[in-house]
Nanobody, 113 residues
């Protein structure tokens, strides 16, 4: 029953912006610790950003200053605002409920040069 559904992925030019959304349902509450991961072709899945139950945020060094994780509790949705996108940001992005252990299906982000 627990579900995380990502949306907002797509193709963008380098330097552009994109906002990913992760809608939680079932027993998952977006007010708990949540995270965004990504996996590029031929690479390991990596943590991109996380937000704690107390709303403290942490970012991978590669995205710090460019990406912002946030949430809208009334919509039970977590967001990842991505600015100044680079080709190396190209990957499948996954939403993850840290405590619950549930993963979203992933959404493709492709940044062209």
């Amino acid at each position: 029953q627990a579900h995380l559904v990502e949306s907002g992925g797509g193709l963008v030019q380098a330097g552009g912006s994109l906002r990913l959304s992760c809608a939680a349902s079932g027993s998952i509450f977006s007010s708990t610790a949540m995270a965004w991961y990504r996996q590029a072709p031929g690479k390991q899945r990596e943590l991109v950003a996380s937000i704690s139950s107390g709303d403290s945020t942490h970012y991978a060094e590669s995205v710090k200053g460019r990406f912002t994780i946030s949430r809208e509790k009334v919509k039970n949705t977590v967001y990842l605002q991505m600015n100044s996108l680079k080709p190396e940001d190209t990957a499948v992005y996954y939403c993850h409920a840290i405590i619950d252990g549930t993963w979203g299906q992933g959404t493709q982000v492709t940044v062209s040069s």
